[in-house]
T-cell receptor, first 116, second 114 residues
Framework: AQSVTQPDIHITVSEGASLELRCNYS??????LFWYVQSPGQGLQLLLK??????LVQGIKGFEAEFKRSQSSFNLRKPSVHWSDAAEYFC??????????????FGKGTSLLVTP | EPEVTQTPSHQVTQMGQEVILRCVPI?????FYWYRQILGQKVEFLVS????????KSEIFDDQFSVERPDGSNFTLKIRSTKLEDSAMYFC????????????FGPGTRLTVT
């Protein structure tokens, strides 16, 4: 079955430490890949996206993600986390064979807590 | 910067009542979407809308739900007879095109069905 998996429900990192959030997908063909962030009480904001080309993608707020076809993964990274990065992070895909509706299929999300 | 707006921010209704959630997408966008997020669960797709018709809908989007773009700016989601399990945060989104284009999300409407 087609799915998006974020294995980590919660992650806690110290401010200034590096961060990696995992995302794996299971689709017949590589879908369009996205990372969204949801701050408390806010809507979702796109951090970055990938479809083709350079497998290391730069996004907003200092985030980057690396696409690895062999692992069906699209992990989100940040070299140095700030307290304001505490939020919920969602990996999402749009399948290439979407029924023309371009529905985003979200993972369950990873909640990031940043400690002083 | 243009943004998607949603009203109301919080709606409380009784089971069996009809509710209409309103959204104003970004003005030059052509694709419109509704998603919902039940507390503690993932964001789920409900429906997408393009060229004045539904282009895709999920299994959640049954006959109790409908969408409309009544004028050039608003995009509405109607739930005809609300159930307790409809309690969720409802997000509207819009994009200039489909596929790889960014979907811009509104801040959401929290619907509470009592």
């Amino acid at each position: 079955a087609q799915s998006v998996t974020q294995p980590d429900i919660h992650i806690t990192v110290s401010e200034g430490a590096s961060l990696e959030l995992r995302c794996n997908y299971s689709y017949g063909a590589t879908p369009y890949l996205f990372w969204y962030v949801q701050s408390p009480g806010q809507g979702l904001q796109l951090l970055l996206k990938y479809f083709s080309g350079d497998t290391l993608v730069q996004g907003i707020k200092g985030f980057e993600a690396e696409f690895k076809r062999s692992q069906s993964s699209f992990n989100l990274r940040k070299p140095s986390v700030h307290w304001s990065d505490a939020a919920e992070y969602f990996c999402a895909v749009v399948p290439l064979n979407s029924n023309s509706g371009y529905a985003l299929n979200f993972g369950k999300g990873t909640s990031l807590l940043v400690t002083p | 910067e243009p943004e998607v707006t949603q009203t109301p921010s919080h709606q409380v209704t009784q089971m069996g009542q009809e509710v209409i959630l309103r959204c104003v997408p970004i003005s030059n966008h052509l694709y419109f979407y509704w998603y919902r997020q039940i507390l503690g669960q993932k964001v789920e797709f409900l429906v997408s809308f393009y060229n004045n018709e539904i282009s895709e809908k999920s299994e959640i989007f049954d006959d109790q739900f409908s969408v409309e773009r009544p004028d050039g700016s608003n995009f509405t989601l109607k739930i005809r007879s609300t159930k307790l399990e409809d309690s969720a945060m409802y997000f509207c989104a819009s994009s200039i095109s489909g596929g790889f284009y960014e979907q811009y999300f509104g801040p959401g409407t929290r619907l509470t069905v009592t």
